[in-house]
């Protein structure tokens, strides 16, 4: 039998959360309520919707590969150079790069446990050793990160505000945390849900740093908050020298241009942003007074989604929800994780799952 490389031999497929036509089919349901991928429930800007339009009659010609126009706005909003940026086709597709492109066999990455799963997986992938650092309190435990450095360390992935946890560590701990690495490691900050962030202890500007850390790298997506999942576009900001090796092995049309001229026009619609932010904290307040009320225990979130704990088995819990049209994501036997929605979808999972409960 035709072998694969032997890195991938404990490593399986991805399984994202059903698509909600397979749902209503498996259960024979007309209507059913996805709150398993963060996704953002208002849709997305009607700006990007009406950019796509006007481009429909160029699908013949391919994308620009360099993402010039997008590049030069993300570089302008956020005060960096066009070389300091780089696109791909979600941020999925970044750990991606950023791990063919950095990892050695052997290296050593530190991530934290529970966290996203694509770090893990893309080290694995190239050889590395993953280094993982449980959670504490549901929370980064960036000190306990940094005393797992070794010279064998090559990267380090801090997602801020954490899937699935939803929690957040402040500036003063991601700073402490570039201070005391060398620059031969990379630190990267996965900041997908930062648009959601409630707390004033957020570094909402970490672009700020580049110019003081050669060797961070802020990885940020037009997935969640811009609501543009479906399109795949996502960014890093960081020095130019690493651009430039991602250049080199990054597919040479990587962002097709219906997302390139979405995400540009949706940065333009920072109403809609707000919207999303402003429901999202409603949604999120929502839930917490009901699972309050329940006695459910969960993590404070800054993001879109809220990780949750259960007595029962998760499994079952998930898959009663799942039955009756609303679905989540179970996160082990003892937890799962909801997206917010809108009050509407909110209000539906609460009165199903306080009959569960
Ligand atoms: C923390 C985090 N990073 C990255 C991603 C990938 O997002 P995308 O590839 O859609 O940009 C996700 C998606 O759920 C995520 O939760």
């Known amino acids: 039998m035709l072998k694969a490389r032997n890195e991938l031999a404990t490593l399986k497929p991805y399984v994202p959360g059903k698509p909600i036509e397979d749902v209503m089919r498996e259960f024979g349901l007309t209507e059913v309520i996805k709150l398993a991928s963060n996704e953002n429930p208002l849709g997305c800007s009607p700006v990007a919707k009406e950019a796509i339009i006007k481009h429909l009659d160029n699908l013949n010609l391919y994308p620009d590969g360099n993402c010039t126009s997008l590049k030069e706005k993300i570089a302008g909003i956020y005060s960096v150079s066009p070389s300091e940026v780089s696109l791909s086709s979600g941020s999925d597709e970044m750990c991606d790069l950023l791990s063919k492109t950095f990892l050695d066999h052997g290296d050593e990455v530190i991530m934290a446990d529970i966290t996203f799963p694509r770090y ?5 992938m190239m050889g590395a050793v993953p280094v993982i650092v449980p959670l504490k309190d549901f929370t980064f435990d960036i000190k306990g990160m940094a005393d797992k450095v070794t010279d064998k360390t090559k990267l380090i992935w801090i997602c801020n505000p954490n899937n699935p946890t939803g929690t957040m560590v402040p500036t003063s701990e991601i700073i402490e945390l570039l201070d005391s690495v060398s620059e031969d490691v990379l630190v990267v900050l996965d900041e997908a849900y930062r648009e959601f962030v409630t707390r004033d202890d957020y570094m909402m500007d970490s672009e700020n740093l580049l110019s003081k850390y ?66 999202n904290k409603e949604g999120k307040e929502y839930i917490y007074k009901e699972f309050d009320a329940m006695n459910v225990p969960y993590a404070k979130s800054e993001t879109n989604h809220i990780f949750f704990g259960v007595e029962k088995d998760a499994f079952s819990i998930f898959d009663a929800l799942q039955r009756a049209g609303v679905i989540v994501r179970p996160m082990g036997a003892k937890h799962l994780r909801v997206s917010i929605g809108t009050m509407e979808q909110n209000k539906r999972f609460i009165e199903l799952i306080k009959d569960m409960l």
């Open 214 to 279: 050669p060797n961070l790298v802020i990885m940020r997506t037009f997935s969640k908050a811009y609501g543009l999942a479906a399109l795949r576009v996502g960014y890093i900001l960081a020095a130019s020298s690493i651009v430039t090796e991602i250049d080199k092995i990054r597919g040479p049309f990587n962002v097709n241009s219906l997302a390139q001229v979405a995400a540009y026009a949706a940065l333009d619609d920072q109403d809609f942003i707000k919207k999303s932010y402003d429901v």
């Open 120 to 124: 893990i997986s893309t080290a694995v």
